[in-house]
């Protein structure tokens, strides 16, 4: 069966450190896509990333970059010199048979991160 | 490009009730996903729209439907509310199938609450 796992409910840490959101999922495909996506206070889903299940290259996107690891089933997201506006709540999610009718996300818990000035 | 509209953004109903939400996609995308997020189960998917077609659905009772028209834009139904129903109802688009897509786009959400 799919399942995501954000074993981090809530993370705390000061403006400037570098945090690591944790994101480990199950399933039986082969082929699946990974998601990030970002939940503002103000409630609207942010679309961080997709990562195919084929590329396991990190990812670097100015502040943020993700590591996919096949072999410990983990998709972990590092944010560098977090600032106050990072917080949110991160949400890890997978999606199975992409491109089929069977396809669909699902989301893991979240992990809600505050940044402390 | 306007992003995905939803309306209302606000509702409060009583048990018993049905209630119909409606979503705009972004021009071109043919997609459009449904979303429920409560505190206790987190986000969960409802089902998802494609070319006016039911593409998939969650594990959710009969009393949820949902509707594309040929402009792309959907309506989610619920009928004989319960409390349980009390949520924030997300609405994505994305130009292909949204666990296929390269981005899904989000709207604001419609707050529903049940009395």
């Known amino acids: 069966a799919q399942k995501v796992t954000q074993a981090q409910t809530e993370i705390s840490v000061v403006e400037k450190e570098d945090v690591t959101l944790d994101c480990v999922y199950e399933t039986r495909d082969t082929t699946y896509y990974l998601f990030w996506y970002k939940q503002p206070p103000s409630g609207e889903l942010v679309f961080l990333i997709r990562?195919?299940?084929?590329?396991?290259q990190n990812e670097i996107s100015g502040r943020y970059s993700w590591n996919f690891q096949k072999s410990t089933s983990s998709f972990n997201f590092t944010i560098t010199a977090s600032q106050v506006v990072d917080s949110a709540v991160y949400f890890c999610a997978l999606s199975e048979a992409p491109g089929s009718s069977a396809s669909k996300i699902i989301f893991g818990s979240g992990t809600r991160l505050s940044i402390r000035p | 490009k306007a992003g995905v509209t939803q309306t209302p953004r606000y509702l409060i109903k009583t048990r018993g009730q049905q209630v119909t939400l409606s979503c705009s996609p972004i021009?071109?995308?043919?997609?459009v996903s449904w979303y429920q997020q409560t505190p206790g189960q987190g986000l969960q998917f409802l089902f998802e729209y494609f070319s006016e077609t039911q593409r998939n659905k969650g594990n959710f009772p009969g009393r949820f439907s949902g509707r594309q028209f040929s402009n792309s834009r959907s309506e989610m139904n619920v009928s004989t509310l319960e409390l349980g129903d009390s949520a924030l109802y997300l609405c994505?688009?994305?130009?292909?199938?949204?666990?296929?897509?390269?981005?899904?786009?989000f709207g604001p959400g419609t707050r529903l609450t049940v009395l």
């Open positions: 994505a688009s994305s130009t292909g199938l949204a666990g296929d897509t390269d981005t899904q786009y």
């Open positions: 990562r195919n299940s084929f590329d396991e």
């Open positions: 021009s071109g995308h043919r997609s």
